[in-house]
């Protein structure tokens, strides 16, 4: 298992082109049966040389973007920002991963509005190629060509392809069995969007043009939908966030009130996608991300291809899927085909409930919408926090008198009673 700094060591490795995907594959390969660090792998393997290394793992070492805005702007001291990246990394180590911002907001040192602008600047300051505007990671050595073009020091031309309509492809951001997502930049509307590319599919491009009327906090946003050379473009917000997938197998799973208050961003955006007349038909741990400000958005709304079983691609399919979410979050694995009785019986009641309505094959027994698992997911959220609320009070309490020694009996006081006459 790679360390953080390991990760960033590999990432600039490979984008500075020292390695190829096999050559570091290799070394990964080697290093699960040792605890010698990847950077020992690679010049042992004579994939790179003492130099090479020691300088791609002082990039690797450089703090986060986010981190030096942080420090320019005087937001925390030195002290707090070597701390958060310490725990960040120790956490890394254990397969848990935190931002800094989400640390230094958990410990009061930054709010959440100001995390939210130090990342509109981390986006602005991203370095980008001059020749075909691939953005490159905070740590790019500009001596180095750029990984999708061949530019350096002015040379370099601009591959052929790389337009599709108004938008300029950036980077392939991932592959499937269907199609290309890329990072794709429009200069006139200057901004970036995930731009995914797939054959011509006439059914596919009505639902996309549909859904450029659907706006919600918790949808990526399509913005442009057409039709090019047999191919069908669809242009959505970009979201800089990591799959729930990742974010719970990197947890292994989540606490009650985390999963609660995400899955009820995800039962929002299936609302808002409902109302407009759209489905989502495809709704996985992967296409929901979570953003550093921990704001759910849902992606690929209405793009999935083939012909899936008409019960995924209707509202009480989406709905069903939102069960299978839900187990997820709270067990880290998928719903199991025969599905218990009690699948939460270490749980408050309630989240029992929820997830047996969501799953429940009996159309009588389901939620009618969205906004009904929302509402039981309210009362969720109440009950958790009110019982954490007198956990934390009950631990505050003093302690009782016989906690802290002996009690001795009052002294007697004399009685007030009449005296008896003789």
């Not at 009820?264 to 808002?272: C, D, H, M, P, R």
């Amino acid at each position: 298992m790679l360390s953080e700094r390991e990760r960033r060591l590999a990432d600039l490795a490979l984008r500075n082109r020292y390695l190829t995907r096999a050559q570091l594959s290799d070394c990964c390969s080697r290093k699960e049966g040792t605890a010698a660090p990847l950077q020992q792998i690679l010049v042992e393997r004579g994939y790179l040389t003492g130099g090479e290394a020691a300088e791609i793992d002082r990039l690797a070492a450089r703090a986060p973007l986010f981190a030096e805005i942080v420090r320019e702007r005087g937001l925390a001291s030195e002290g707090q920002i070597s701390d958060a990246l310490r725990l960040k990394q120790q956490l890394s180590e254990r397969n848990l991963h935190r931002y800094i911002g989400e640390i230094l907001v958990d410990r009061r040192v930054l709010s959440p509005a100001q995390v939210a602008e130090i990342l509109a600047e981390q986006a602005r300051r991203s370095p980008r190629c001059p020749v075909c505007g691939t953005r490159f990671s905070a740590a790019h050595d500009p001596r180095h060509a750029c990984p999708a073009c061949g530019h350096a020091d002015g040379a370099g031309t601009v591959l052929p392809g790389l337009r599709r309509g108004a938008w300029t492809l950036l980077e392939e951001l991932g592959r499937g069995a269907h199609g290309v997502v890329y990072r794709a930049h429009h200069e006139s509307l200057g901004r970036d969007a995930a731009l995914k590319i797939l054959p011509a599919d006439g059914p596919l491009l009505a639902r996309a043009r549909r859904g450029r009327a659907v706006e919600h906090p918790n949808l990526a946003r399509v913005l442009d939908a057409w039709a090019e050379d047999d191919e069908t473009c669809i242009a959505s917000e970009l979201v800089e966030g990591l799959p729930l997938y990742d974010h719970v197998v990197g947890n292994f799973r989540l606490s009650l009130r985390e999963a609660t208050g995400l899955l009820k961003q995800v039962a929002a955006g299936l609302a808002g996608a409902h109302r407009g007349g759209l489905v989502h038909g495809n709704l996985t741990p992967r296409n929901v991300l979570i953003t550093e400000m921990r704001e759910v958005k849902l992606t690929d709304l209405g793009v999935w291809r083939g012909d899936p079983a008409p019960a995924r691609v209707s509202v009480a399919g989406d709905l069903r899927a939102l069960g299978a979410l839900w187990h997820f979050m709270l067990r880290g694995e998928p719903p199991p085909l025969q599905e218990p009785r009690r699948p939460f019986a270490d749980l408050p009641e309630l989240a029992a409930v929820v997830f047996s309505r969501l799953r429940a094959l009996d159309a009588r027994l389901r939620y009618p919408d969205a906004d009904a698992v929302r509402a039981d997911l309210d009362r969720l959220e109440d009950a958790v926090l009110h019982e954490e609320v007198a956990a934390e009070r009950a631990a505050d309490a003093p302690l009782p008198a016989s906690a802290h020694g002996p009690v001795e009996d009052p002294p007697r006081r004399p009685s007030r009673g009449r005296r008896r006459r003789a």
